[in-house]
C-alpha cells in the first residue's frame, strides 16, 4: 500500500515562496508518475502539476506557469513543488498524489491517481 505524506505548507506573504514536499513509502516510487492537486474552500480539487516517474514529461497548469515548478528525487522517494511569487488566490490545501504510470504523458484528472496524501495547507496573504 502506497503513503503519501505531504509537508511544507504555511502562511505566507504575497510574493513570497514555499517549497512543499511528498515522502512516498511503500511501492517503488520510480513506477509511479506523481502529481500536486490543490482545493480551495467551496471548489473543486484542482490540477496543478505532474511529473513523470522518469522526470522526463512534467506540466503544470496555466495559473501557475512560470511560478511554480515541480520535480522528483528518485533516490529519495519524494516530489516537490517549488511555489514563487505566491499570490492570494493560490491558497488552498495542496495534495500529493501517486498514479502507476500507464502512459506517456502524465495525467492532470484527479480520477485517475490512485493515491492521495492528507494534503498541507497554503494560506497566501495580501
Known amino acids: 500500500q502506497v503513503q503519501l505524506l505531504e509537508s511544507g505548507g504555511g502562511l505566507v506573504q504575497a510574493g513570497g515562496s514555499l517549497r512543499l514536499s511528498c515522502a512516498f513509502s511503500?511501492?517503488?516510487?520510480?513506477?509511479?508518475?506523481m502529481g500536486w492537486f490543490r482545493q480551495a474552500p467551496g471548489k473543486e480539487r484542482e490540477f496543478v502539476a505532474t511529473?513523470?516517474?522518469?522526470?522526463?514529461?512534467?506540466s503544470v497548469t496555466d495559473s501557475v506557469k512560470g511560478r511554480f515548478t515541480i520535480s522528483r528525487d528518485n533516490a529519495k522517494n519524494a516530489v516537490y513543488l517549488q511555489m514563487n511569487s505566491l499570490k492570494p488566490e493560490d491558497t488552498a490545501v495542496y495534495y500529493c498524489?501517486?498514479?502507476?504510470?500507464?502512459?506517456?504523458?502524465?495525467?492532470?484528472?484527479?480520477?485517475?491517481?490512485?493515491?492521495w496524501g492528507q494534503g498541507t495547507q497554503v494560506t497566501v496573504s495580501s
Open positions: 498524489a501517486a498514479r502507476a504510470s500507464r502512459t506517456v504523458v502524465p495525467s492532470t484528472m484527479p480520477d485517475e491517481y490512485d493515491y
Open positions: 511529473i513523470r516517474w522518469s522526470g522526463g514529461k512534467r
Open positions: 511503500g511501492r517503488t516510487f520510480s513506477s509511479y508518475d
